[in-house]
């Protein structure tokens, strides 16, 4: 709900494409979740540094303010796609490395090895691999300042992003607010 032009999460857990340079802009209201190795810039959204941020801490605990709420619910998001990108390709090796099929391919190729995973996750009662990518996940999540080998090499800061994503901070802390207190 609240993170409407988020494309995806970025820090290695991703599948790699090869993007014709006409494809490769992003549109300026689209922008991908990162961690905090990473700077808010045109298509980048962090979380607040020196705010608590990692799921496993927030177990027990409440949001005070709106950074931390925000933390919050980017780490969350940010979890539940690497976890969907992680589990894909342990699954699928075709989408651990870019190919260099027709833009459509490799479209169409990732949305097979979705259909296929969904699947296999209807016909089965256990999905271990599904455990076992939780577990590793968790191992990652607690060093998020280690950023892939694939990094990004340069990014433009702007004061717009900062500002675009403590106006979504905001609100989302008013709206979450509001709704304890009609709770209480």
């Given at each position: 709900m609240w993170?409407?032009?988020?494309?995806?999460a970025l820090n290695g857990t991703h599948v790699p494409l090869t993007v014709?340079?006409?494809d490769q802009e992003i549109p300026s209201n689209m922008y991908y979740l990162v961690n905090s190795g990473y700077t808010n810039c045109p298509g980048f959204i962090a979380p607040y540094r020196g705010t608590q941020y990692h799921l496993n801490l927030w177990r027990g605990n409440t949001p005070t303010d709106y950074k931390e709420l925000f933390n919050?619910?980017?780490s969350f998001v940010r979890n539940k796609i690497e976890q969907a990108f992680w589990l894909l390709k342990k699954r699928w090796a075709i989408l651990r490395t870019a190919s260099f099929y027709e833009m459509k391919t490799q479209i169409r190729i990732i949305n097979t090895c979705c259909i296929l995973h969904n699947f296999i996750r209807d016909e089965m009662n256990e999905d271990k691999l599904l455990r076992?990518?939780?577990?590793e996940l968790e191992d990652v999540s607690l060093n998020e300042n280690e950023i892939s080998e694939e990094n990004i090499t340069f990014v433009r800061v702007t004061d717009e992003w900062t500002a675009f994503r403590d106006a979504l901070a905001k609100e989302m802390f008013e709206e979450y607010q509001s709704r304890h207190?009609?709770?209480i």
């Open positions: 993170f409407k032009g988020a494309l995806g014709p340079i006409e919050l619910r980017h076992a990518v939780d577990l207190r009609r709770a």
